[in-house]
């Protein structure tokens, strides 16, 4: 059984994206259990890169705040489950030799105590494209 309605859910899921559109790693740790689990989206393993901890996963986002100062999640539309979620996104930045990230992909979100205990994103393999 859920313990986050629906709404509930989307609330939680809005302060997380609006957390990733600042560059706000505080935000975006806030809304993660202390021992979460961020599978990447790209990475050797099967799962893409994963990091455990609010720690790691904080200086995970820190990084990509770094390495694509003007990174953005557009189009966010949030799918609440039971004791899980979705998240569907675009995602678009600029790396610092000028290459610009723009792709779609999905976060499953599983819920635990009112926040987000894994996360794991999917998205498009696209080439980079000239700014």
């Known amino acids: 059984?859920?313990?986050l309605d629906p709404?509930?859910?989307?609330?939680l899921l809005d302060r997380l994206f609006e957390a990733f559109n600042r560059h706000d790693v505080e935000g975006v740790c806030a809304c993660f259990?202390?021992?979460v689990v961020?599978?990447?989206a790209v990475g050797a393993e099967v799962h893409g890169t994963r990091f455990s901890?609010?720690?790691a996963v904080g200086a995970?986002?820190?990084r990509t705040f770094a390495d694509l100062k003007d990174v953005c999640w557009d189009d966010v539309r949030h799918y609440p489950g039971a004791d899980y979620a979705t998240t569907t996104w675009t995602m678009r930045g600029t790396r610092p030799d000028g290459l610009r990230l723009e792709v779609e992909g999905i976060d499953l979100?599983?819920?635990r105590d009112g926040l987000v205990a894994v996360k794991r994103a999917f998205r498009k393999e696209r080439p980079l494209q000239k700014s």
């Open 33 to 35: 259990t202390a021992d």
């Open 1 to 3: 059984m859920a313990d």
């Open 53 to 55: 901890g609010r720690d």
């Open 7 to 11: 709404g509930a859910q989307r609330a």
């Open 60 to 62: 995970a986002f820190a």
């Open 109 to 111: 979100f599983t819920l």
């Open 38 to 40: 961020f599978d990447a």
